[in-house]
């Protein structure tokens, strides 16, 4: 159904949170504590690292590492850990000229990691920091000029609605250009809620959206008011709209039009999940980007995503990126 498209000339533009992940390994800890009480020689040191993270950060992170140069427009803290932060996306071959330097500082995103490596997410904002604020000053006319692949997320919509009223604007503004507009759901409902403002904004943020990306029904389900997945994803379908519903290591839902079909997943074994869908989204871009259609976009995403669950390695990639990318 997807127009393939000569994309190489657009730019991809990434719109949103930026923050420090501090990863707490909870469940080899414990696991290492119960070990010593059997046998106190068996010591398995376990740390808690700290990394640059956030939805959309990850995902231009990634998208540099693959070579595609993004475009990263967000907000920066103006402490050392802003600081930290900005030099890990330029040093990864994000374009951060467009992103501003606040007066607050960096937001914290507390990754805590059960026995399988599953994580529960808690955002930390100190009394010094702020979440993102856009107006329409983050968005120069020099943007508008010419149609890009713009990226966003659920986690650019929080209840600042002033904010998330100046995101929705570039998004039509991009839409009007003939840009293709690409939304992960990332709702993150325990950490920001999903009220009336708040919901609302993602309402109209999906009216104009191209390609809508998201992770289960704990996501899908909170749109749609569905229990089962393939419900919640026909209930969102429209003419010129593509769905991809991630649900874990089931088949990929992908929803063209009206639709519907699914995408294997890779049979790896997880080790680390921070940041999965964050590296598909990054994968499913590219692909994009070159042409591909939807499926070998989606195929492609699973096999990137499926190498970097399966290594320790923060957002790890594979030497051999472009064997993977689909061939007609």
């Known amino acids: 159904m997807w127009p393939?498209?000569?994309?190489?000339?657009?730019?991809?533009?990434?719109?949103?949170?930026?923050?420090?992940d501090l990863i707490i390994p909870y469940g080899q800890a414990k696991s290492a504590i119960d070990n010593i009480k059997h046998d106190p020689t068996n010591i398995n040191e376990q740390k808690v690292s700290f990394r640059s993270g956030g939805s959309v950060g990850n995902t231009a992170k990634v998208l540099g590492k693959l070579k595609q140069n993004p475009i990263f427009i967000t907000n920066v803290g103006n402490d050392r850990v802003g600081q930290f932060l900005k030099q890990e996306m330029e040093n990864?071959?994000?374009?951060?000229?467009?992103?501003?330097?606040?007066?607050?500082?960096?937001?914290?995103?507390?990754?805590?990691?059960?026995?399988?490596?599953?994580?529960?997410?808690?955002?930390?904002?100190?009394?010094?920091?702020?979440?993102?604020?856009?107006?329409?000053?983050?968005?120069?006319?020099?943007?508008?000029?010419?149609?890009?692949?713009?990226?966003?997320?659920?986690?650019?919509?929080?209840?600042?609605?002033?904010?998330?009223?100046?995101?929705?604007?570039?998004?039509?503004?991009?839409?009007?250009?003939?840009?293709?507009?690409?939304?992960?759901?990332?709702?993150?409902?325990?950490?920001?809620?999903?009220?009336?403002?708040?919901?609302?904004?993602?309402?109209?943020?999906?009216?104009?959206?191209?390609?809508?990306?998201?992770?289960?029904?704990?996501?899908?389900?909170?749109?749609?008011?569905?229990?089962n997945m393939k419900e919640a994803v026909e209930s969102m379908a429209g003419k010129d709209r593509c769905i991809i519903a991630r649900d874990g290591g089931n088949p990929v839902l992908v929803q063209e039009g009206y639709t519907q079909t699914t995408v294997e997943t890779e049979p790896v074994t997880p080790v680390n999940t921070v940041g999965a869908g964050d590296t598909f989204d990054a994968a499913f871009l590219m692909a994009l980007r070159e042409g591909h259609n939807i499926r070998d976009c989606v195929a492609f995403a699973n096999r990137i995503a499926g190498y970097m669950i399966s290594r320790e390695e923060h957002l790890a990639i594979p030497d051999n990126i472009h064997d993977m990318v689909p061939t007609e």
């Open 92 to 227: 990864n071959n994000v374009n951060m000229h467009f992103s501003i330097t606040t007066d607050s500082g960096s937001i914290v995103c507390i990754a805590v990691l059960d026995h399988s490596g599953d994580r529960t997410m808690f955002t930390w904002i100190p009394p010094w920091s702020a979440l993102d604020h856009y107006t329409s000053d983050s968005f120069p006319k020099e943007l508008y000029k010419k149609p890009a692949i713009v990226f966003s997320s659920g986690m650019s919509l929080t209840n600042n609605i002033e904010s998330g009223n100046a995101l929705l604007d570039f998004f039509k503004g991009m839409k009007e250009n003939q840009s293709i507009l690409v939304f992960d759901l990332n709702i993150r409902a325990e950490s920001y809620g999903y009220q009336t403002g708040r919901r609302q904004l993602f309402e109209q943020v999906l009216e104009y959206t191209d390609i809508i990306l998201g992770s289960g029904i704990e996501e899908f389900g909170q749109i749609t008011g569905k229990i």
């Open 4 to 20: 393939k498209i000569n994309s190489k000339e657009y730019d991809i533009i990434c719109v949103g949170d930026l923050c420090a």
